[in-house]
């Protein structure tokens, strides 16, 4: 499952494609549960804006822009102005490829009757996995009162992992009451 938002709209169908797949995990495995069959499963993963279209419309604007200023410049007898503006889309466009880059990172959790599964994977492709045993695993959040859910983290008594950290609050809302219920339907 991959968590997306933009907008309410999408805050709205991220919740309710969170809550589908939970009753449908639920129905699914009402009967036919195996001791370690997953009951809930989700790849987080950080929601970027602009897509390549249009970061290649706003990268022709920009560069547009910087060039006719720098004409004007050059025009003017002030030529070095014209070396800055090129340097400014470059900036642009090594901060727009650098986020891209970072967008590729992602976390998948899985939750099954024996363990809670975390794979976090950095955006070179480095993976950390973290197993913790269902028993003893708690799932904890920290919140501001305006913001909501500022952290997540699961935790036992020998250690705590932070995950979720780039999902905007109300991906963290959706996504942190979706968790619970699996957690406790996993322990029932």
Avoid at 90 to 113: G, H, I, P
Wanted: charged share 20%; net charge positive.
């Amino acid at each position: 499952m991959r968590l997306r938002a933009c907008g309410f709209f999408a805050d709205f169908d991220l919740g309710l494609m969170l809550l589908i797949a939970l009753i449908y995990n639920r129905l699914m495995s009402a009967n036919n549960m195996t001791s370690d069959q997953v009951v809930f499963s989700a790849r987080l993963t950080p929601y970027r804006s602009l897509g390549t279209k249009g970061f290649k419309i706003l990268f022709g604007l920009v560069a547009a822009f910087c060039f006719i200023v720098g004409i004007v410049f050059f025009a003017l007898g002030l030529w070095p102005v014209l070396g800055f503006m090129g340097l400014d889309i470059l900036l642009v466009y090594w901060a727009f490829k650098s986020n891209y880059f970072s967008a590729k990172a992602y976390e998948d959790v899985e939750v099954s009757r024996q363990h809670v599964f975390l794979r976090k994977v950095s955006p070179r492709g480095k993976a950390s996995e973290h197993t913790f045993p269902q028993f003893g695993t708690r799932f904890e959040v920290d919140r501001h009162e305006e913001i909501g859910i500022t952290q997540m983290r699961l935790a036992n008594r020998a250690r705590s992992v932070e995950f979720g950290y780039f999902l905007n609050p109300h991906d963290r809302e959706s996504f942190a009451s979706a968790f619970q219920l699996a957690m406790a339907d996993a322990k029932r």
